[in-house]
DNA sequence: TATATTTGTACCTTAAAGGGTATAAATATG
DNA sequence: CATATTTATACCCTTTAAGGTACAAATATA
């Protein structure tokens, strides 16, 4: 599971559409839809504000671990 | 254990200078440092690029999980 | 299937990340 | 303690992430 579909998943878990994500989180709605799109080069702090929602955040882990 | 901290690790690890493991990661030499030192708006991907030399990379985790 | 809602794409602007280089500070080594 | 190496800070420049808005495409709903 990567990133942006870890988002997706629970941004639908939640029932909040793109906007309401962007809003909560405090990020722009473009960065939304860009993070759920896959896009790499996202800011890490950008990405954290919104993982902060889940109760989930970026971290280091072995490569092919599982994620979350 | 965070991101900056555990590269840092890391690097001593394999005794690679700020200036190699730039190098080798194929980022700049002022994106080491400032990664090392904690800087929160780094770019994903190139996040990724440096944790890859050390066979691990970014991934969401629970909050207080401790990574790697 | 028609309509409403949600998501994706495109354009523009602004702020700042990333890079190079030079130099100062800190750390290691003899 | 003196010197060498490594790391941190400061400057400028270029690129681009992020945001807003508008519109198109896709999806859901009636």
């Given at each position: 599971m990567n990133i942006s579909d870890f988002i997706k998943e629970k941004r639908k878990q939640l029932n909040l559409t793109q906007p309401e994500l962007a809003e909560r989180a405090g990020v722009g709605l473009r960065f939304i839809r860009e993070l759920e799109q896959g896009?790499?080069?996202?800011r890490l702090d950008k990405v954290n504000q919104v993982l902060a929602l889940f109760g989930s955040e970026i971290g280091v882990i072995k490569k092919d671990s599982p994620t979350f």
């Open positions: 896009k790499q080069s996202v």
